[in-house]
């Protein structure tokens, strides 16, 4: 079975600090890893996937198969990147079933 | 293109009372995944539909259920209702799974928050 955890609930930053936003995962086979973001009062949205190693508004994030992590970080926090931040797996035999960890709020503060 | 698209957006029930919900996916797309979301236990797969078969199932009781028809609409229900089925429950589309093994994109449509008193 897979599993996503991240270990912080709240994250709190001033605007222009680095931001690292923590997911690690447990999954025996090849996993596809994905950061969802959800805005407030905004559906939840792809906001980058490993495969296609792109930076998408500043953030990156690289897969590390030897810590099982795949952190999200940002080198200059911006307000509207407040958000709550999901890091989710899908495995190759799960279809498109995508398991989540239990998200990470993020505060930008001016 | 029109995104996913759920129906009702909200919705309150009588404990014991049954519930259907139902989601529109994106035109072409012919999975659809349903999630519900709490504040204690986060997104919890329910179920994801492929051309009309569950081709994956979450754990949950046998009071919920889905299906999908020919146009990828599909819809979940809930039987027998309790307090803690109180929740938002997110339909999800995408293409399914490509070629390659790797996975389209999902979007997420915007819920329907369903409370049960």
């Known amino acids: 079975a897979q599993r996503v955890t991240q270990p912080e609930k709240l994250l709190s930053v001033f605007k222009g600090a680095p931001v690292e936003l923590k997911c690690n995962y447990s999954y025996s086979g090849s996993p596809e890893l994905f950061w969802y973001v959800q805005y407030s009062r905004q559906r939840l949205q792809l906001l980058l996937r490993h495969i296609s190693r792109e930076s998408i508004k500043g953030f990156t994030a690289d897969l590390n198969k030897g810590e099982t992590s795949f952190h999200l970080k940002k080198p200059f926090a911006q307000e509207e990147d407040s958000a709550m931040y999901y890091c989710a797996l899908s495995a190759e035999t799960s279809g498109s079933r995508l398991t989540f960890g239990e998200g990470t709020q993020l505060t930008v503060n001016p | 293109k029109a995104g996913v698209t759920q129906t009702p957006r909200y919705l309150i029930k009588t404990r014991g009372q049954q519930v259907t919900l139902s989601c529109s996916p994106i035109s072409g797309h012919r999975s659809v995944s349903w999630y519900q979301q709490t504040p204690g236990q986060g997104l919890q797969f329910l179920f994801e539909y492929f051309s009309e078969t569950q081709r994956n199932k979450g754990n949950f009781p046998g009071r919920f259920s889905g299906r999908q028809f020919s146009n990828s609409r599909s819809e979940m229900n809930v039987s027998t209702l309790e307090l803690g089925d109180s929740a938002l429950y997110l339909c999800?589309?995408?293409?399914?799974?490509?070629?390659?093994?790797?996975?389209?994109?999902?979007?997420f449509g915007p819920g329907t928050r369903l409370t049960v008193t």
């Open positions: 999800a589309s995408s293409l399914g799974r490509g070629y390659s093994g790797g996975s389209y994109e999902q979007y």
